[in-house]
């Protein structure tokens, strides 16, 4: 059965300090891993990977993909308010063609702290 | 942000009632999808299409069908609402590079 876990379920930080959010996943035919934002409304999408090794930035929030230990972690740097959400990391399968059916984790909720 | 809209966007029903909800992209991109968020369970697809009248289940489509008429339209009906089916709904959208969009969801409330 394909699956996809993150850690820690939930996360209290202090603003500018660092996390690391955790992805790792179980899938047959992998194509690429996913990581949105959810605050009070729809994902918003971070980043997309689909090579291990590559990382890919976007101000203080990046992230890096290991195909072989099939695992990809998000860090956020210096953490403000604002990061608090739900992050949630999502697997696409290569199931032919360019369906992009997304297997989900259940999130890791980050609450940053003033 | 991406152009998906989803009608209704708040909806309380009763038991037994049908309910359709849409999604409308501007985007004509081929793939559209639905997926029910739920505490506990994260979010789940129900159904997907890959083209107008092209449509498959996923893992959550008992009790859900779909339809695409046009490609910019995508339908989700619950044919006979239970209370089970209380969650939120999200539409989503990909294009070939595969790169997903979602809509800004339904909640829905089945009493």
């Known amino acids: 059965e394909d699956k996809v876990v993150q850690s820690p379920l939930s996360l209290v930080v202090h603003e500018g300090d660092t996390v690391t959010l955790n992805c790792s996943y179980e899938?047959?035919?992998?194509?690429?891993l996913l990581w949105y934002k959810q605050e009070k409304k729809a994902p918003t999408f971070l980043f997309m990977l689909t090579s291990s090794g590559i990382e890919k930035k976007s101000g203080r929030l990046s992230s890096i993909l290991d195909k072989k230990e099939l695992f990809s972690i998000l860090n956020i740097t210096a953490t403000q308010t604002g990061d608090s959400a739900v992050y949630l990391c999502?697997?696409?399968?290569?199931?032919?063609?360019?369906?992009?059916?997304?297997?989900f984790g259940k999130g890791t909720l980050l609450t940053v702290n003033p | 942000d991406a152009g998906i809209t989803q009608s209704p966007r708040h909806k309380v029903t009763e038991t037994g009632t049908p309910v359709t909800l849409r999604c409308h992209q501007t985007e004509n991109h081929r793939y559209m999808y639905w997926y029910r968020q739920d505490p506990g369970h994260g979010l789940r697809l129900i159904h997907y299409?890959?083209?107008?009248?092209?449509?498959d289940k996923g893992e959550v489509s008992d009790g859900y069908s779909v339809s695409r008429s046009k490609t910019e339209d995508f339908l989700l009906t619950l044919e006979s609402a239970t209370s089970s089916q209380t969650s939120v709904y999200f539409c989503?959208?990909?294009?070939?590079?595969?790169?997903?969009?979602f809509g800004p969801g339904t909640r829905l409330t089945v009493l």
């Open positions: 899938v047959t035919n992998f194509r690429s």
């Open positions: 299409s890959y083209g107008v009248k092209d449509t």
């Open positions: 999502a697997v696409n399968m290569n199931s032919g063609g360019s369906n992009y059916k997304l297997t």
């Open positions: 989503a959208i990909s294009e070939s590079k595969g790169f997903v969009f």
